[in-house]
């Protein structure tokens, strides 16, 4: 089965995605995606503290992902993917990880970017990098919950 869904969420793991979200999809695996989560110790124990109990974990830089996800070692799992930023999402979409959609959670102000919505707020770069995988087919939504109406993030990037 592979992928089943990918999400944004600068939080990574976190009490919503650890029973709301992880239950809601029946992932057995959460992937968390990210460069500097794999080299940082403390943040390694979060992730497998913060964890469901018999879900598995797997915390892997972007191009160990592309590489695992390719050769097809998540194909039996049913695979709750996260990463922090939109550019880490974009990176697995340039090379070759077929995600038709995914779902930004939460990414909150930082200097240079703006809010879109109460959870989500992006740069100029984020939104570039949106309009162009939209602009390729891959359909991306703002929901910070599964019960929240899955609706584009083009709607509230206007």
Do not use: C
Request: hydrophobic share 45%; no cysteine; glycine share 6%.
């Amino acid at each position: 089965m592979g992928i089943i869904h990918a999400r944004i969420d600068e939080r990574l793991i976190h009490g919503q995605v650890a029973t709301v979200w992880t239950n809601t999809l029946g992932a057995n695996r959460i992937m968390v995606v990210n460069d500097l989560a794999v080299k940082d110790q403390m943040q390694i124990a979060a992730l497998k503290m913060a964890k469901p109990a018999g879900v598995k974990l797997s915390i892997l830089s972007k191009r160990k992902a592309v590489a695992n996800i390719l050769a097809g070692k998540y194909d039996e799992d049913k695979v709750f993917l996260i990463t922090r930023d939109i550019p880490d999402m974009a990176y697995l979409i340039d090379n070759g990880v077929p995600l038709e959609s995914f779902n930004v959670g939460n990414i909150s102000q930082k200097e240079g970017s703006r809010p879109i919505k109460k959870s989500v707020a992006l740069t100029e770069e984020d939104i570039q990098i949106i309009e162009r995988l939209i602009q390729n087919g891959t359909s991306i939504t703002a929901q910070m919950i599964p019960s929240e109406s899955k609706e584009s993030i083009v709607n509230f990037i206007k």
